[in-house]
């Protein structure tokens, strides 16, 4: 901890593991803490250091590759369950290391997101405090299933949290095997998974997640320790335009278009998706603006976009439909705007369900059941409807109220 006077600078670690919407809320936050007063990094892969560096944050660099761990269709290629999980191990063990070398390079508290329970033990071998910064509610409660396992549907209030505590206490054996061989590199003495989170339980370590509670509220049966902030927006890139092509073409309606994006899970298949999207906006009589990969005019009515700040985009749309990212998800619900959930995996479809039942667009189009006539007749639902843009703009007033990310500095405070 380094001191200035009477302020006391705070050295903040944020960990986040995962592709690009694991990484970009905590570029708003690390930016909020450094209004704050303390210096703040952000530990991720190398493909996303853009997002931290333009947010004026120092990026510490995390080896490692996720995408050909990602099911296939969706990002990944088709290895066999060995294969995997070899692949699995080798990916804990290079998320391990960049997290002791990143926490090494100067930290007084840890920040981790989902993915970086490592962080967890590197905190304890260097005597620092650490608290979990979620964008999903990983934690067990009975209101829904485990929502980054295989499990879709309820299994009931005690099914749920028995389901949920077992995913704590017996992971795979790729992330068993990466915490035993940290542990021991740490220097600390070897525990098991279960005990892991006694320990956490036991003393209440905090997390705070980084949605709205008028989108997911807190559930009841949660621990104390376990908060709901609001969300943590993205910063835009300083010096951010929009293609000049982009801003034409939305000016050439009206009618506003739609926005359709598949995220990460699109994958070396792009080419694909496009053309399934075209499809679909050709069935429903729309315009579009697609991030499926493919940038450029793709016809009179559709134009394709590379990465485009979403609190920019999303209020210009007539409905967005996409993957269900914790954070895509927030952006299209303060845009207040209809949304379609395309949900394929992890949390996906627990934030494509909450659409549905705030009443801000139609039920989901899982992913793998994806065709243009399905995506087409969710498109021209969500347009039509006038509830769900009813809805949506409610919802928006509110989310626009919440300050997510006050709550984190606060707690950094109290943890210094």
């Given amino acids: 901890m380094i001191n200035e006077g009477e302020v006391d600078v705070v050295r903040v670690l944020i960990v986040g593991v995962g592709t690009r919407g694991d990484v970009a809320p905590y570029t708003g936050l690390g930016v909020r803490l450094r209004e704050a007063g303390h210096e703040v990094a952000v530990a991720c892969h190398q493909p996303y250091a853009d997002l931290v560096t333009t947010a004026g944050l120092e990026h510490r660099d995390i080896p490692g590759d996720l995408f050909p761990l990602l099911p296939v269709g969706k990002g990944g290629a088709r290895v066999s369950p060995a294969a995997k999980l070899a692949l699995f191990a080798e990916y804990g063990r290079q998320v391990s290391g960049g997290i002791v070398r990143a926490a090494a390079a100067g930290t007084d508290v840890l920040l ?18 650490s608290m979990g910064v979620h964008l999903q509610p990983v934690e067990p409660t009975g209101d829904f299933p485990p929502v980054m396992s295989v499990v879709r549907r309820s299994l009931g209030r005690w099914g749920n949290r028995t389901a949920a505590r077992l995913a704590f206490a017996l992971p795979s054996p790729a992330h068993a095997g990466s915490a035993k061989e940290l542990r021991a590199a740490l220097g600390l003495p070897p525990i098991g998974s279960r005990e892991a989170y006694r320990r956490r339980e036991a003393a209440c370590w905090p997390v705070l997640h980084g949605f709205s509670p008028s989108v997911l509220p807190r559930p009841a049966d949660w621990r104390a320790g376990l908060e709901v902030t609001g969300y943590w927006w993205p910063v835009r890139p300083a010096g951010w335009r929009p293609d000049p092509r982009l801003r034409d073409f939305l000016d050439s309606g009206p009618p506003p278009p739609v926005f359709v994006g598949f995220g990460s899970q699109a994958g070396p298949r792009a080419d694909h998706y496009t053309d399934l999207a075209l499809h679909a906006l050709r069935l429903a009589g729309l315009r579009g603006v697609l991030q499926t990969g493919v940038p450029g005019t793709l016809n009179d009515d559709v134009l394709g976009v590379a990465d485009v700040p979403h609190e ?91 300050d997510g990310g006050a709550a984190v500095v606060a707690a950094v405070n109290s943890l210094a």
């Fill in 312 to 402: 920019w985009l999303f209020p210009r749309m007539a409905a967005v439909a996409h993957h269900c990212g914790s954070g895509t998800t927030g952006a299209g619900l303060r845009a207040g705007v209809p949304a379609v959930g395309l949900p394929a995996l992890a949390d996906q479809p627990l934030w494509a369900s909450r659409l549905a039942a705030l009443g801000v667009g139609p039920a989901a189009v899982p992913f793998r059941r994806l065709s243009p006539e399905r995506l087409a007749a969710a498109l021209r639902a969500a347009v039509s409807e006038p509830s769900y843009a009813r809805r949506a703009a409610e919802l928006s007033e509110r989310i626009r109220a919440e």
């Fill in 112 to 129: 981790l997101n989902v993915a970086a329970s490592a962080g967890y033990h590197v905190a304890e071998a260097m005597g620092v405090p």
